[in-house]
């Protein structure tokens, strides 16, 4: 084993187990105590047959060289002390002699005495030729010591380099370490049995009338000092955040309730999708959570800080599963908790304060909290899409401008940098899709899309089933296409898009009315093929253009894709660029506009004129787009 390789696997026990490295500390001190003090401190006692002790007279010899060796060899008496004292240094000895021989001291001299003890058999030696001609076991001093310094030193570096280490700036890492979990119930698990029995909940419940005007005093002198003294003021990162600590209802139950159900099959939606994995590709209110309320010292994100006052917040999280909640709860008992939910952050200081401005609310199943979103219209919502089509949303509820379009978690595995490079030659299907072919409103386009393209050379166009025999088949179909067709369903997103993109298979989205998430920093033209769904049906439209992609084209979306996968994978602990790292630094964004209108409303007068809003009601159509015949 190497030196490096010995010092990582170290390194990764003592972090995982502080405790050890305190023990290590404490064995090299006081074993090497014990060493140094029972090699330098020789017993000055000596009994007699009777038990009587005899008081041991001192001899000491001047030089190592033949003369004093003879008479050490023969000098066999256990009731002398001898001394070996070295013939450089003979001055520092005055006080034992009665004249010595005078001669230069350099700076650098030492003292080679102080071992001598003498006793019925064996006879101690200290000298500059000791190492020679020794008759004793026992190890030199000064070996002693160098071997306890050394180890006392190994175990304070481990130590220093193990506790600072957590200090340490986060970097990124591409390759994710083997600790680091992407799969939802596996980590799901290991909160609820490890993290969840050591949380300590306060439980922030009002209970009676809150201080509001308290809370907005402080919030007031906090910003205002900021303001004078961080010249970042108000965009500085991190963000800060105050996670409510709601009751159980609302959050450790609703985990263990899908644990204690998720292997049952047959809970399935009115069209047939699996309820369970459902949640699991709307699980963004876990990870999210997860990685809140972690200790400190085991996060890696630096886009966000959980604070625990509310006068220090930026924001404020609602951790409430709603997802769960509306497919696993009997339909009015999920009426009932999303009653109690709203009641409860309603009557929040923080909330009264701004009207929910700055309250984030996890409600990314279109189908989910649906009976009480008026109560909070004010709040961000983290949502897959803000679709107008289907009656999920009603106007003026969602939009760019205070709202968050999220990711999907991935139904398929990440093909990671060998998968790519092993995949790349079997990559011999131009265009793949595989999923439900007949949906509802804007979803009709699948329909269109499977008559034009069945049968097409190179084009595999088939019906999705579910379970794990059809997520293999998708991940199989995906790893061996160029191109991965990623049609509106009933809303205009799914998990499709982001299993293409975690597959290294290029999507092509045909879906209009879509919101992609991050766009305020990720550029989606760069790793996919965006066409109009008016485009899309011409008969052999589609397929000539993907045909007409240079090799070089195709191999520059695939390396982007390389590159992108990362933003994708929820996992615990969060990484940074992923999916949890970059929703905080879009809400950053947000935070200078949500402000100025929380300040607004506390002023208006009655009469004042509407505030202005500047939501986003057109949909993003394709077809208007001026520049989309340039770009493409």
């Known amino acids: 084993m190497s030196t490096r390789s010995f010092c990582k696997r170290a390194y990764s026990f003592f972090k995982a187990y502080p405790s050890a490295s305190k023990l290590l500390l404490l064995s090299t001190c006081s074993g090497g105590g014990l060493l140094v003090y029972s090699d330098s401190s ?56 009665p004249s010595v021989t005078n001669g230069t001291v350099e700076a650098r001299s030492i003292v080679e005495p102080i071992r001598g003890l003498m006793r019925k058999v064996d006879l101690a030696m200290v000298g500059k030729h000791q190492n020679h001609h020794h008759r004793t076991p026992h190890r030199p001093r000064s070996k002693t010591l160098i071997f306890t310094l050394l180890l006392f030193s190994f175990s304070l570096l481990v130590i220093l380099y193990t506790f600072s280490s957590s200090s340490l700036p ?38 009676g009338e809150s201080d509001d005007r308290k809370l907005d005093e402080m919030v007031f002198e906090r910003e205002n000092r900021l303001l004078n003294e961080d010249p970042g003021y108000p965009v500085g990162y991190p963000v800060k955040v105050y996670v409510y600590e709601m009751p159980k209802k609302f959050t450790l139950d609703l985990l263990w309730l899908f644990h204690n159900t998720y292997k049952e099959t047959w809970n399935a ?50 951790p409430f599963f709603t997802t769960i909640s509306f497919f696993l709860l009997e339909k009015q008992q999920c009426k009932a908790l999303y009653r109690e939910a709203v009641k409860w952050v309603t009557g929040q200081p923080a909330w009264k304060r701004s009207e929910g401005r700055d309250h984030i609310f996890p409600i990314h199943h279109p189908w989910s909290f649906k009976t009480v979103r008026k109560f909070v219209k004010n709040a961000i919502w983290l949502l897959p899409d803000m679709d107008s089509t289907g009656n999920w949303y009603k106007p003026g509820q969602v939009s760019l401008e205070k709202d968050l379009i ?62 794990e025999g059809g997520k293999l088949a998708a991940q199989t179909g995906m790893r061996r296409s160029l191109f991965c067709l990623c049609p509106a369903g009933d809303t205009p997103s799914s998990a ?7 597959s290294g298979c290029i999507p092509v989205i045909v879906s209009d009315e879509l919101e992609l998430p991050f766009e ?13 769904s008016s485009d899309a049906i011409q008969p052999g439209w589609l397929i000539n253009h993907l045909r007409s992609l240079t090799p070089s084209q195709v191999k520059e979306f695939q390396n982007r894709l390389a590159q992108y996968s990362r933003h994708f994978l929820y996992s615990s602990p ?49 077809a208007s787009n001026p520049l989309s015949s340039l770009l493409s």
Not at 273 to 299: C, G, K, M, N, T
Request: hydrophobic share 35%; proline share 5%; glycine share 6%.
């Open 42 to 97: 020789p017993s000055k006692r000596t009994l007699t047959a009777d038990g009587q002790e005899i008081k041991k007279k001192k001899v000491v010899v001047l030089g190592s060289g033949w003369s004093g060796y003879s008479f050490l060899s023969h000098f066999n008496n256990p009731n002398y002390e001898v001394q070996v004292v070295s013939p450089r240094n003979f001055f520092l000895f005055t006080p034992l002699l």
């Open 170 to 207: 986060s970097v990124s890492y591409p390759n994710q370490s083997d600790r680091t979990e992407t799969s939802f119930v596996p980590s799901l698990e290991k909160f609820l049995i490890h993290k969840a029995p050591k949380l300590s909940i306060r439980d922030d419940t009002v209970h």
């Open 269 to 318: 939606t009115s069209n047939g999708s699996p309820v369970h994995r459902l949640i699991e590709q709307h699980s963004v209110d876990y990870w999210l959570w997860a990685d809140l309320i972690s200790p400190e010292s085991e996060r890696r994100l630096k886009s966000v800080v959980r604070v625990h006052q509310q006068h220090e917040a930026d924001f404020f999280y609602v």
């Open 496 to 502: 499709r898009l982001f299993d293409a993109i975690v």
């Open 406 to 467: 999220l990711p999907y978690v991935p139904n398929v595995d990440r093909c990671d940098a060998n998968c790519l490079s092993e995949s790349a030659p079997k990559r011999t299907t131009l265009l793949f899709f595989r999923g439900r072919l007949k949906r509802n409103a804007g979803g009709k386009i699948r329909a269109q899309l499977g008559a034009e393209l069945s049968g097409v050379k190179d084009v595999i166009i088939t019906e999705g089933t579910a379970g």
């Open 574 to 622: 969060a990484q940074p660029l992923g999916p949890e790292d970059l929703t905080w630094r879009m809400i950053a964004g947000k935070l200078v506009n949500i402000k100025l209108h929380t300040r607004r409303s506390q002023r208006v007068v009655k009469g004042a004129r509407s505030i202005c809003r500047c939501d986003c009601w057109r949909p993003n159509s394709t």
């Open 520 to 532: 305020g920093i990720l550029d989606y033209k760069k790793v996919a093929v965006i066409v109009s």
